[in-house]
């Protein structure tokens, strides 16, 4: 089947450090995955995307990249800020599947000033 | 503005008594998808509507029903709720199936007492 695992949080950092979320996948079929964050309050909003391998996906300074040779779409991002607090999700989906989502555990990320 | 609206934000109600959520959107989307998100968790998708068409997922349990009287509006009936059901269900939105980006809204906190 479809998975996705996340590192747990959460993840406490200070403004201006660098941060890194570790996602993993396991897939039948070849999928396309996907960052999305969720504000304090909000809905889940698409942050990033990526659909073949090597391929990079980037939005408001994060960054991911698909890595096929080890089923992974880590986030990164040089330098935070307090609006980055959030839960942040990685998720794929396989065109098999009807494209239906997929989503790791979520990650918190709480950044102090 | 919000584009797809979930209401109440916070839902209180008691076991075994029958609840219903609601959600609304403005984007005028053919599919429409309830998800469940317990504490910590991955959301999980229940079911989806991709416009009149109903699809469940194989594992929702048969006490969560929904209904699409039209476009815009979604319900998520829960008929006898456990203990077990307390969670923040989801609701979210694609232009049409196999559109991956969703938009989803702030989601309703369920609890049952």
């Known amino acids: ?113 | 503005d919000a584009m797809v609206i979930q209401n109440p934000r916070y839902q209180v109600t008691q076991f075994g008594k029958p609840v219903t959520l609601s959600c609304s959107q403005t984007l005028n989307h053919n599919v429409m998808y309830w998800y469940q998100q317990k504490s910590s968790q991955a959301p999980k998708l229940l079911f989806h509507y991709y416009d009149k068409d109903f699809n469940n997922e194989a594992d929702t349990p048969d006490n969560f029903q929904s209904r699409r009287p039209n476009t815009s509006f979604c319900f998520l009936d829960i008929r006898s709720p456990g203990l077990g059901d307390a969670a923040m269900y989801l609701c979210a939105t694609s232009r049409d199936r196999g559109k991956e980006k969703l938009f989803f809204g702030s989601g309703t906190q369920l609890s049952v007492l």
């Open chain 1, 1 to 113: 089947g479809n998975s996705v695992t996340q590192m747990e949080g959460p993840v406490t950092l200070s403004e201006e450090a660098f941060l890194t979320i570790n996602c993993t996948y396991t897939a039948t079929g070849y999928p396309s995955l996907f960052w999305y964050v969720q504000y304090p309050g909000e809905g889940l909003q698409l942050l990033l995307k990526a659909t073949k391998a090597d391929d990079k996906g980037s939005n408001k300074g994060f960054e991911a990249t698909y890595r096929k040779e080890t089923t992974s779409f880590h986030l990164e991002k040089g330098s935070v800020q307090v609006s980055d607090s959030a839960v942040y999700f990685c998720a794929l989906s396989v065109k098999a599947a009807g494209n239906k989502l997929t989503f790791g555990g979520g990650t918190r990320v709480l950044v102090k000033p």
